[in-house]
């Protein structure tokens, strides 16, 4: 009898593990596809298996196929040590946005959270604006466009960005600001004689045309902006192992950190197995919500000036 009760626990605690009654999660899906692509790379000798001995070395080695084997999961301890992500990080919402108003602990499913999630804690929440802004600094640059992502499994939520690598160009020519300043990208510091920070403005007179439209830029040693803007996740919120993440966009006056406008989204991933020789994936938004890069909210919470031409 002992034997049978005991064999009973051993099925029970095998079907609620991973993989078991509940199904694989998100993140064991991501894990299984990449040893899926591992897999064929080093069939193909492609990749991290690129022998120079094989006869067609020269052509495999342009192959990018297995590039996506290059990607780690996501370490808040690595964005944490950079000085944009420890500040981005350390900005206070105000209530009541300071404590989660939905637990996962209250949900059956990872679906009836995130569902939970969009109705609940997600949407733009405007705590004060001001008129007549000059100028708004971007205060953390996105990675760069060719940096390769897993969602969940990788990322930090890039749902709202303000703009991403080149925030001036909507934020002076549609939003009307004056200048914008932000951090100097890798590609650009050769033409800046290595300067981190750059601030734009517009040239009067100029054709709004490619490839400067009409904007001018000066190195400066630091921001001189007094509203900024940055983006973020939502690790309190997050279950990145059911595929569940979100983000941030914050405007922020910068005298004293005190937020003016938060925009907060969620996605949820769902991962396709049936491809071998890739990683197949979706990320699904909050229903009824379209993503975009926050310009709006930031229209509202800093009303720019008019720039006359």
């Not at 790379?41 to 022998?51: A, N, Q, S, T, V």
């Not at 517009?202 to 509203?227: C, D, H, M, Q, W």
Request: glycine share 10%; net charge positive; proline share 6%.
């Amino acid at each position: 009898m002992r034997k049978q009760i005991l064999i009973g626990l051993l099925l029970i605690a095998g079907c609620a593990s991973s993989g078991g009654l509940f199904g694989e999660t998100v993140g064991e899906k991501f894990r299984k596809a990449l040893a899926n692509v591992d897999a064929v790379c080093k069939e193909r000798k492609i990749g991290p298996y690129l022998d120079s001995a094989d006869p067609e070395y020269r052509r495999k080695s342009a192959l990018t196929n297995c590039d996506v084997l290059k990607i780690k999961p996501f370490d808040l301890n690595a964005v944490l040590a950079t000085p944009e992500g420890k500040f981005a990080y350390s900005i206070q919402l105000p209530p009541p946005l300071d404590q989660p108003r939905v637990k996962r602990v209250d949900y059956g499913s990872a679906e009836e959270y995130f569902e939970a999630l969009c109705e609940k804690e997600a949407g733009d929440m405007l705590f004060r604006s001001v008129n007549n802004a000059a100028g708004v600094a971007s205060l953390r640059p996105p990675p760069s466009i060719h940096h390769q992502r897993l969602g969940s499994y990788s990322e930090e939520s890039m749902v709202s960005q303000g703009g991403g690598s080149q925030p001036e160009l909507l934020l002076i020519q549609r939003m009307g600001f004056e200048y914008v300043e932000r951090q100097t990208r890798s590609d650009e510091r050769g033409k800046s004689g290595g300067a981190t920070l750059r601030r734009y403005t517009l040239e009067p007179g100029k054709p709004i045309v490619f490839p400067n439209y009409a904007l001018r830029f000066e190195t400066v040693p630091t921001f001189s902006a007094p509203f900024g803007i940055l983006w973020r996740g939502t690790p309190h919120l997050d279950r990145r192992g059911e595929g569940v993440i979100g983000g941030e966009l914050i405007v922020i006056d910068r005298a004293s950190n005190e937020v003016l406008a938060v925009r907060r989204q969620f996605t949820k991933d769902e991962v396709d197995l049936e491809f071998t020789d890739r990683v197949k994936y979706r990320s699904r938004s909050c229903p009824g919500k379209v993503i975009t890069e926050g310009f709006d909210l930031i229209g509202r919470a800093l009303n720019a000036s008019t720039t006359k031409r």
